[in-house]
């Protein structure tokens, strides 16, 4: 997957991507953990979502936020990480000008900064946020929520209650025309540190992308 380097608010911003075939090919963004708990664009989990999405057909971008890697900038609590996602997003549209549909998925910290992303785009049709932070941050802004989507949570996290997680399921899921898969991994704490759990969450994205695919082609 070719590396690309493309300009953000505070320069210079690394990523991975990539490209589909197919010049009407859907698009995903996909946003890492908190940058400064070690979280960059290779960890398990964002990488897992990549190859979801690559493999279903999709142009999918996974990118470091600002000082994580070779990205420019420091760490800027959300407001800039915001800023840089939007880039990101910009960049691969520009590479994309076809794609009808777009999704936007994140892990811990990169849930919350990709569930403000499609506060802010419209074009977002979907979402898979994975452990959200939702005892961490406020998620209030989600009021509408603007897309259905998955969240993925892990039982056993000790970071995330699961019960805070369940609650943030449960306001979204009661809005007109909202419906959220929630889905729960047995024994799995905040950073699903094995391969097995990294399995399951491909194997319920990948489920839920299927069936939703098929909806959002049919609207």
Not at 86 to 98: E, I, K
Not at 116 to 140: H, K, T, V
Not at 177 to 191: G, L, P, V
Request: net charge negative; proline share 6%; hydrophobic share 40%.
């Amino acid at each position: 997957m070719p590396e690309v380097i493309f300009n953000g608010p505070e320069g210079r911003l690394e990523g991975r991507y990539h490209h589909s075939n197919d010049p009407n090919a859907p698009v995903a963004l996909l946003l890492h953990p908190h940058p400064e708990q070690g979280g960059t664009m290779n960890n398990r989990v964002t990488y897992t979502l990549f190859k979801t999405f690559k493999e279903r057909g999709f142009s999918v971008l996974r990118f470091n936020f600002r000082g994580v890697g070779r990205s420019q900038g420091i760490f800027d609590s959300g407001i800039g990480e915001l800023s840089d996602a939007a880039a990101a997003l910009d960049w691969m549209q520009t590479h994309n000008p076809n794609a009808r549909i777009c999704w936007v998925g994140g892990f811990s910290f990169g849930a919350w900064i990709g569930m403000q992303l499609m506060m802010r785009r419209p074009e977002i049709n979907g979402f898979i946020s994975i452990a959200p932070p939702a005892n961490l941050y406020d998620f209030s802004f989600l009021a509408p929520c603007p897309a259905s989507g998955l969240v993925i949570h892990g039982d056993a996290d000790d970071v995330v209650p699961e019960e805070s997680v369940a609650k943030l399921v449960t306001k979204l899921d009661s809005q007109k025309n909202i419906s959220i898969d929630y889905q729960r991994i047995t024994e799995a704490t905040h950073y699903f540190n094995n391969e097995e759990e990294a399995d399951q969450i491909k194997q319920m994205s990948g489920d839920y992308l299927d069936r939703r695919i098929v909806e959002l082609a049919a609207e």
